[in-house]
């Protein structure tokens, strides 16, 4: 920071933040810092002459009556005008209060302020990379600045300013290197942002102070420098005796009853040779996790790896963070952890610091500069780091890691390449944590007999099976791509494969070769499409048809087709040949600088479509003969295509079930399989479990028993609800819409609503904003609002912790709810599934066939498990309160009710009372602070 300077740190509210001259100022903040110290401030209310609107009015807290005897901004603008002359404008978003600003001035007669300008918002973008959010809020309470009044200008300016402050000291703190890369970057910040990094770098320059050990710097990179340690022999085995745990335990873990019987049984599974597998059942609140890592910890020192999957890759961070912050420190031994996921969560250093060197927009040179700072710090390279709700920045295609395959050897970060690090540090951890997914598609890597696995969240794995081991080969895809690379090929227009061969990349007779190649693909794989679409598909049906194959037709049209599925494999397998050679020859040429950026642009677009064929093409190997001719599949194969004329033809290949695939594909690989969750069986569904995780019926199932005091809890189930079978859809959606007004109008907390559907979501959304409550409310919908990552990251960042989430699918689990942050949840229905799809139509009648009912042994127990998830929600420490409330009748008049009635805590009363009762009962509930 430049000492002579001073800046002025703004902040406005306003009626409205349009900047289409329809809002008003209602408050203007200034706070001043001169000599790297805050020196002043100037705050005033101004009257915006209208009424301010109400959801303004409870942002801010400023009201009508405070700025009723406020001056007119005409009469303040004279004296605001003067304060910032000879300043530098600084705003955490600048762009919004900078231009709102300049307009009030022009509005009353001053000529538009022309000073230079700082965004905050931008600066902790890069300097604070990891922050899952970047409001003013939020930032103030990760750095321990207070915030008095957030939402008010005077307030919100000298948080702003000590954000400043802060992140220039940060700026500073950065490397020479660093901060000259930065610079060459910083022309797509806003304003006058980048004259931060110059000046940071140009102090550097002058102090010429040697890197830091803990960093190394290859090309214009500077990152984490690897640090990997060899694991201690020495033999440890979990305490037996309660004098000796609760010794372990003292001052470190609160000793609770159940989870050390828990940790004991653990320990001794994992001791026994003859026991293989184990389910446990361990309620929330009773600390399943450490009741799990704790004997694994010391598993692991007996030459054991533990492999732990989770369900999503959100938990396997917070599975990271618990043994780095808790275990660490309760054991005298070192515990090192690797975190596994797919290739595409990894940045691929060669690529990101070639990327430096070509032309992206401005939002894509931020992001670079961010990931720039953030390689300072990450020790695995893993963008999920970065807590971006979605990747859709062009860069990350060009950045993202695709791979071994495609590592060059002679690349300068080949030795410290991200995804080549996590494997040699799988080979001497002592947890490797990875997700469902990932272990279903790689349980190939996992090799050792000092392996054991614990799968946490295993109610979760069937379905993953089903979802992730699904592949699906997109016939018009390969079309278009195909399409696309060859006009690329074969174009006279500015550039073409031509003036690569000008410039000695490949020859005539390697172009001809890939020509050739991609043309089969593209003409024999449509005419493959227009085979399937004869035989199977002549009639189709209003929005999307799925069609079955049996393996008997499947296999007969594959042996007919034979002699273009042969062509089509032997092309394909050409093009991987010459597509890898001309990548190598690329990645040399580029390196030595003997290729001009206009052929280095052509050839990367090239490449990324050429990415996308090989990903498209994947499934191509479920072709095969053999295994289909000795039915070693097993799987579900169905073609499927939407009405529309332009529609895909899609060929699925998925597994039904954990069947037939865990037994043979995953568990082997492991000494002992442990499987826990709070949602994994009840006294009715052990057989459904059982099966669905591929496992024998003599295997072994535990409960364990829950600490929550569920008085603190009301679960009301409305007697009165609509039959959801005899009742018209429309008519039950309103039902919906009214109940939710009601209960949610008289209740100002924060609420989450489950459904079974996004369509029955949707179009209660509807209904509800016609009522007016998305105008009183925040009200988040999932498949309106945004994505579930989104929606979570809103609802659970809400400052005034009133917002409403209706929700469905992935928000039944595996998301983290605690105290005010949820205190009413409603489901709006017994959770069954869609007995109509393709997919429940093929499992019901593989059951049929083996004499089950599918309803008692598939549908049943699929939606018990599922509620009882759901309820999970709500109640998550011993000292969370709330309500539960089902708008579903059959609990209480279907025979199958009572299964469903399982699912709750013995001590829990269920009580059936009408819907016109459920707001006040509620109310009552929630306002009575003596429970």
Request: aromatic letters at 10%; one cysteine or more; proline letters at 4%.
């Amino acid at each position: 920071m430049t000492k002579s300077k001073t800046y002025a740190v703004v902040d406005l509210e306003m009626t409205t933040p349009a900047l289409d001259g329809t809002g008003r100022i209602i408050q203007f903040s200034c706070t001043f810092i001169e000599n790297g110290k805050i020196s002043d401030t100037f705050s005033t209310l101004i009257d915006p002459q209208c009424p301010i609107p109400p959801e303004v009015q409870k942002l801010t807290g400023i009201k009508n009556s405070d700025v009723s005897k406020a001056p007119l901004f005409s009469d303040v603008a004279d004296t605001i005008y003067a304060l910032l002359q000879d300043t530098v404008f600084v705003a955490h978003n600048i762009m919004q209060d900078y231009r709102f600003l300049n307009a009030e001035f022009e509005r009353a007669g001053y000529p538009e302020l022309e000073l230079k300008g700082i965004d905050t918002v931008q600066l902790a973008q890069i300097l604070l990379p990891t922050q899952p959010s970047y409001r003013l809020v939020d930032l103030g309470n990760y750095l321990g600045i207070k915030h008095e009044r957030p939402h008010q200008a005077d307030s919100d300016t000298y948080v702003t300013a000590e954000l400043f402050l802060l992140l220039q000291k940060r700026l500073e703190l950065l490397p020479s290197s660093v901060l000259q890369t930065l610079c060459n970057l910083s022309g797509a910040l806003l304003y006058d942002t980048a004259e931060c990094f110059k000046e940071a770098y140009a102090k550097q320059r002058k102090k010429a102070q040697p890197l830091a050990k803990k960093w190394m710097q290859i090309e214009d990179l500077v990152i984490l420098r690897p640090n990997f340690k060899t694991r201690d022999n020495i033999a440890l085995t979990f305490p037996k005796t309660k004098e000796e745990q609760e010794q372990l335990f003292s001052g470190s873990i609160e000793w609770r009853d159940e989870q050390v019987k828990m940790m004991s049984t653990i320990a001794d599974f994992f001791d026994d040779p003859n026991e293989r597998r184990l389910l446990l059942e361990a309620p929330t609140g009773m600390g399943k996790t450490l009741g799990y890592l704790v004997p694994a910890a010391y598993t692991s020192t007996q030459d054991k790896r533990i492999v732990i999957s989770t369900a999503t890759t959100a938990l396997q961070a917070q599975l990271a963070e618990e043994i780095n912050l808790t275990l660490k420190n309760l054991f005298p031994f070192d515990l090192d952890v690797v975190v596994l996921k797919g290739n595409r969560h990894y940045i691929d250093l060669d690529k990101f610091w070639r990327s430096l060197k070509q032309p992206y927009n401005k939002n894509s040179r931020l992001l670079q500069m961010r990931l720039i700072v953030w390689l300072l710090q990450t020790k695995t390279g893993d963008l999920d780091e970065l807590r971006l709700t979605t990747r859709q920045d062009p860069l990350f295609a060009n950045i993202e890691h695709t791979g071994f395959d495609s590592l060059e050897p002679t690349s300068p970060f080949y030795r410290v390449d991200y995804l080549r690090l996590n494997e040699i540090a799988k080979e001497n951890a002592s947890f490797i944590i990875t997700n469902h997914a990932y272990l279903l598609t790689h349980a190939t890597d996992f090799k050792g007999n000092d392996l054991e696995l614990i799968v946490d969240e295993a109610q979760n794995l069937p379905a993953t099976v089903a979802k992730s081991v699904q592949q699906v080969l997109d016939f018009d895809e390969i079309k278009i791509l195909c399409d696309s690379m060859l006009v690329k090929m074969e174009s006279q227009i500015s550039f073409s494969f031509e003036q690569l061969i000008e410039q000695s990349l490949l020859t005539k007779k390697q172009y001809h070769a890939l020509l050739k190649d991609l043309q089969v693909l593209d003409h024999d794989m449509w005419g493959l499409r227009a085979a399937f679409m004869r035989r199977f598909l002549r009639f189709r049906q209003n929005g999307i048809t799925e069609q079955p194959l049996t393996e008997k037709k499947f296999l007969g049209f594959l042996k007919e087709h034979y002699g273009v599925i042969n062509k089509i494999t032997r092309a394909y397998d050409g093009f991987l040949q010459q597509f890898a050679w001309l990548q190598k020859v690329f990645f040399q040429a580029s390196r030595l600088e003997q290729i001009d950026q206009t052929a280095t642009l052509y050839l990367l677009d090239f490449f990324r479509l050429a990415s996308q064929l090989v990903t498209a093409f994947e499934p191509w190997q479920k072709l095969a003969f053999t295994d289909l001719e000795a039915n070693q599949t097993k799987q579900l194969t169905w073609l499927s295509i939407a009405e529309q004329e332009t529609a895909h033809l899609r060929l699925h290949f998925s597994y039904l079930d954990g069947a037939d695939f865990l037994q043979s594909k995953v568990y082997p690989k492991f000494e002992h399989v442990l499987f826990l969750g709070a949602g994994l069986f009840t006294k009715q569904t052990h057989a459904y479990t059982l099966k669905q995780l591929d496992l024998p019926k003599d295997t072994r199932l535990l409960s364990y028993q829950g600490n929550f005091d569920y008085q603190k809890t009301l679960a009301l189930i409305a007697k009165d609800a609509p039959n959801v079978g005899a009742t018209e859809n429309e008519e039950y959606v309103k039902y919906l819409a009214k109940t939710i007004y009601d209960l949610t109008a008289k209740n100002q907390c924060q609420t989450m609503i489950l459904f079974n559907s996004l369509d029955e979501l949707e179009r209660t959304y509807e209904y509800l904003a016609v009522l007016g409550l998305t105008k009183e409310r925040e009200v988040l919908a999932q498949g309106v609002n945004g994505s579930p990552e989104k929606l979570k990251k809103r609802f659970t960042l809400n400052q005034s912790q009133t917002a409403i989430l209706l929700a469905t699918g992935t928000f039944f689990e595996g998301i983290d709810l605690p105290e005010k942050l949820l205190e009413l949840l409603v489901i709006v229905r017994l959770p069954f599934q869609a007995p109509n799809t393709l997919f429940n139509q093929v499992r019901y009648e593989r059951a049929r066939q083996v004499g089950d009912d599918p309803f008692t042994t598939l549908a049943l127990p699929e939606a018990v498990l599922r509620l009882k998830q759901g309820f999970g929600r709500l109640i998550r420490t011993p000292n969370d309160r709330g309500a539960f409330v089902l708008l579903d009748s059959r609990i209480l008049t279907k025979r199958y009710g009572k299964e469903f009635k399982q699912v709750f805590p013995d001590k829990l009363e269920l009580r059936p009372v009408l819907t016109a009762e459920i707001p006040k009962l509620v109310a009552d509930f929630l306002h009575d602070k003596q429970r």
